[in-house]
């Protein structure tokens, strides 16, 4: 990993994330917790072996997942990867130069993948959230919301909404709101 004098920084790639799936789309809460373990536990751990081996400074590390971002219409996250993107935002903004980045792969395999991350590696345009489906690179960003319409908020019974940060005031009076449109 180092050269002779251990002054070379090491390039880590951290894979394991591709070993968790959604199975037929299907998932319960044992596999999320079980997958959140797994995954946020092997990067949590991998920081603390550099950092008590005094190298995590030298450490470089991007994480890949696959299909933990949505980039089409009526397609769902593989949300037991989801948590590591959260922890990725975490340790970028706590300790800057360790985490390089996190790519994202598509889900329907065309055996570019590794192509796709060396690529990524390798690029110099400071972007530290990737996401490629079908070949094609996106990158993170925020855009202007269309005009605000005055069409009714459609709420539906079988549906599910979930509120967070719920007990507050705010939370609350939209709790209180969806329950008397009929959600």
């Not at 180092?2 to 070993?19: E, K, R, V």
Request: charged share 20%; with cysteine.
């Amino acid at each position: 990993i180092f050269d002779g004098n251990q002054s070379t920084p090491i390039g880590i790639i951290h894979l394991w994330s591709l070993d968790t799936t959604m199975e037929g789309g299907n998932i319960n809460l044992t596999r999320l917790e079980s997958d959140q373990k797994f995954l946020c536990g092997s990067v949590l751990n991998l920081y603390k072996v550099l950092d008590s081996q005094h190298i995590l400074k030298l450490a470089r590390l991007w994480l890949v997942t696959c299909g933990a971002q949505s980039t089409r219409k009526r397609h769902l996250p593989n949300v037991t990867q989801g948590p590591l993107w959260g922890l990725s935002r975490t340790v970028m903004l706590e300790h800057p130069g360790f985490l390089q980045g996190i790519i994202d792969l598509d889900l329907m395999v065309t055996g570019d993948e590794a192509q796709e991350i060396f690529k990524e590696i390798q690029s110099s345009d400071g972007e530290n959230q990737v996401r490629y489906v079908d070949g094609k690179r996106y990158i993170a960003r925020l855009k202007r919301a269309k005009e605000y319409s005055d069409e009714p908020v459609s709420v539906y019974p079988d549906e599910t909404y979930l509120l967070t940060g719920g007990l507050g005031a705010l939370g609350l009076h939209v709790a209180e709101w969806l329950v008397a449109k009929g959600a």
